[in-house]
């Protein structure tokens, strides 16, 4: 730990209660985490509170006299706090992985090179426990967050390319409506079928149960289970090997395999997600997302005012998608949420387009 200077600058001490704030701030994230959390999750986010703590000492030590009152913390972290008190979610994971990568201790001659590893660590170990929450979310999230974009720049397509003809506003509502309810019943079925497909693709792979039933009956000297091995995978040497301490302990064949270990109802893709919750998260989400572009036909705008409107909503629609998309992927939420505007406004321009053409080759 480095020794305060004598007679520390104004600038500094403004810049080492910053850092004393931030490390409560922190610190108390990840205690109220660490309450809604049980066991090896549990233990892990009380370890991270304990080197904040650390890093809190540090700048109160440098501080001496000067610690004076409480810094008011950064408004990023406050929010943090909030939605830990209130959540607990992933979002909060995800957020602190960004915070911990953004550290400023590397650069900082005050900070110690222990504070400046830990904050690197600290990115990793918060990158592993949103690792668990993304997982558990991958399958649902993505259904979702695709039925939500398809239903945005689809329906906006739709809306103004017909809109772009000339036909009556009835005409264009009348056209988004069941654009709505045949993108979403048509999301919501395909998604069913192509997890369940994935799943049941995968599960044949897995090895039969009962296989193992047979195992006493097997030929020790021709040692067929080696075949079973190297179909896995492994060298004929490892494969005669390990199917000799298979047959010789009469263990079951899967051996160290996960479908040892699985429970009941386990098939071991759960990262894949449900048919049933995937096709239900499609079916809305596209659902919420194809409501926008009609909205202001509701309302009676008509014309270029209505295109101009349904643009508007849902250029911001897709801006709110693509952050919490670069959020829970812990990248930057700007650069993911103008990547969603981009396509989305690139797409609906060429159904435009292409609706005046066909309006102008109709008239």
Not at 4 to 16: D, K, Q, V
Not at 116 to 136: K, M, N, P, S
């Amino acid at each position: 730990m480095s020794a305060a200077p004598r007679n520390p600058t104004p600038a500094e001490i403004r810049r080492w209660r910053q850092y004393l704030a931030d490390e409560r701030a922190e610190a108390a994230v990840y205690e109220e985490l660490a309450s809604k959390r049980s066991g090896e999750e549990r233990a892990i986010l009380l370890g991270l509170v304990e080197a904040e703590r650390r890093h809190e000492a540090h700048w109160v030590t440098l501080l001496g006299e000067n610690v004076g009152l409480p810094t008011r913390t950064k408004m990023r972290t406050r929010m943090l706090a909030f939605l830990a008190r209130r959540f607990g979610s992933i979002f909060v994971l995800a957020l602190m992985q960004q915070a911990e990568a953004r550290s400023p201790y590397g650069t900082d001659d005050d900070a110690t090179d222990a504070m400046a590893a830990d904050e690197q660590i600290h990115e990793e170990v918060v990158r592993g426990l949103a690792a668990r929450g993304r997982t558990r979310l991958s399958g649902t999230f993505r259904a979702a967050v695709f039925g939500a974009n398809d239903g945005l720049v689809s329906n906006l397509a739709l809306v103004i390319g017909m809109a772009a003809t000339g036909v009556s506003n009835s005409i264009v509502l009348a056209a988004g409506i069941a654009g709505l309810l045949a993108g979403a019943l048509s999301m919501g079925a395909g998604e069913f079928v192509s997890v369940r497909s994935q799943r049941e693709l995968l599960s044949s792979t897995l090895p039969n149960p009962e296989t193992t039933k047979v195992l006493p009956n097997l030929d020790a000297e021709a040692n067929e289970l080696a075949l079973v091995y190297r179909a896995r995978g492994m060298t004929e040497e490892d494969a005669e090997s390990h199917a000799r301490e298979r047959l010789y302990g009469l263990e079951c064949i899967h051996g160290e395999d996960d479908t040892a270990r699985r429970t009941p109802g386990d098939d071991g893709h759960s990262a894949i997600g449900s048919a049933w919750s995937a096709a239900a998260s499609s079916f809305c989400f596209f659902s919420s997302g194809a409501i926008i572009p009609v909205i202001p036909l509701f309302f009676g705008a008509t014309g270029l005012v209505a295109i101009i409107i349904s643009a508007i909503l849902v250029g911001i629609a897709l801006l709110m998608t693509g952050a919490i998309v670069g959020v829970l992927s812990g990248a930057s939420p700007w650069k993911r949420a103008l990547r969603q505007l981009g396509i989305g406004y690139g797409a609906a321009l060429v159904t435009y387009l292409l609706g005046l053409l066909f309006g102008t080759s109709v008239g």
